[in-house]
């Protein structure tokens, strides 16, 4: 897979699968030999990235406009374009600056990146915009952006699931009778035989049978109906969410321990506007969480879809 990965965002998602593996290995004690075989995965992902954010660099120069007052023709991505941090592309470059020796110490747990820091010159991402091959700033990071992925309120702001993905959960558990944060448009794939919007509030609702749940996204929100997906579970049959692959929030960590199963997605979900068309994409990728007794159902259907983690 990781020969496939051709840009730096497949070796991101790469990169952060197989970090979330070797958590999921840890949390359900697969033992030190899973662990480190993920971490290392990772580690040869985060050194492709980092030796491709350094190519992106030679090639392309600084974005916009330099502290010459000069305009480069172009521009190269930002960090926010890329979906990665400025810590990530300094840990991916200096992942790539090591020599073979060094990486493999790292790569197999001999060392860790903190040494290797400490024998390095960090690799500097800074704010500002500096011209010509050579500079460090490959891809600098913006300011976030305000909006979130799906907003709390119907309309032009939310970002409807495709069919493919409402489809195979249907497919595993049989049927989906509640979809606690949705929408008329949006329940005309889901199908859910009861479904919550802004009006009736799900996170105010009790909640049983096979849920569907793709929850708002601003960071709040996405907390508050994790929460409530976990203090409902005795009262559901089964549940199948999809969510941003935010694994370095809690909320991700606390559904991820009591998830069944897990699909980390190939590549990232493209939404759909309010006709049906796929125009809306993320920044980072995806992942799509089982709740219930099904778990050999959900790895034949979604192990078409990405990579599949059940517990033992």
């Known amino acids: ?7 730096i965002q497949a070796a991101k998602e790469l990169k952060d699968l197989a970090l979330t593996a070797a958590d999921w290995a840890r949390r359900k004690g697969l033992g030190d030999e899973a662990i480190q075989y993920a971490r290392e995965y990772a580690s040869r992902a985060g050194r492709k990235m980092g030796e491709m954010l350094q190519a992106t660099e030679l090639q392309h120069g600084a974005r916009g406009i330099g502290k010459s007052g000069v305009t480069t023709s172009n521009p190269t991505p930002i960090l926010a374009d890329l979906g990665i941090t400025k810590r990530e592309s300094s840990d991916a470059q200096l992942l790539a600056s090591l020599s073979e020796e060094k990486f493999e110490d790292v790569a197999t747990g001999k060392t860790t990146l903190a040494d290797a820091k400490r024998e390095s010159k960090p690799v500097d991402v800074d704010d500002e915009f500096d011209l010509g ?8 990071e913006e300011a976030p952006a305000t909006s979130a992925h799906v907003s709390y309120n119907s309309g032009n702001n939310e970002w409807y699931t495709p069919r493919l993905y409402a489809d195979a959960a249907r497919r595993v558990m049989g049927s989906i009778d509640l979809d606690p944060a949705s929408s008329p448009e949006a329940n005309k794939i889901i199908q859910a035989d009861t479904y919550y919007t802004i009006d009736n509030d799900g996170l105010k609702q009790s909640w049983k049978g096979c849920l569907w749940m793709n929850p708002p996204y601003a960071a709040s ?14 009262n559901i049959k089964q549940a199948i969410v999809l969510v941003n692959n935010a694994t370095e929030t809690g909320w991700f960590q606390k559904i991820l ?10 590549g990232r979900v493209k939404f759909l506007n309010e006709q049906g068309n796929p125009v809306n994409t993320p920044l980072q990728g995806q992942a799509i969480l089982y709740f219930g007794s099904h778990s050999l159902d959900f790895n034949s259907e979604f192990s078409k879809l990405g990579q599949v983690l059940t517990h033992a």
């Open 1 to 7: 897979m990781l020969v496939e990965a051709t840009t």
């Open 133 to 140: 091959p050579g500079c460090n700033n490959c891809a600098h």
């Open 221 to 234: 929100l996405v907390h508050q109906f994790c929460e409530k997906l976990l203090n409902e579970l005795p």
């Open 257 to 266: 321990e009591q998830a069944d199963a897990v699909c980390f997605l190939k």
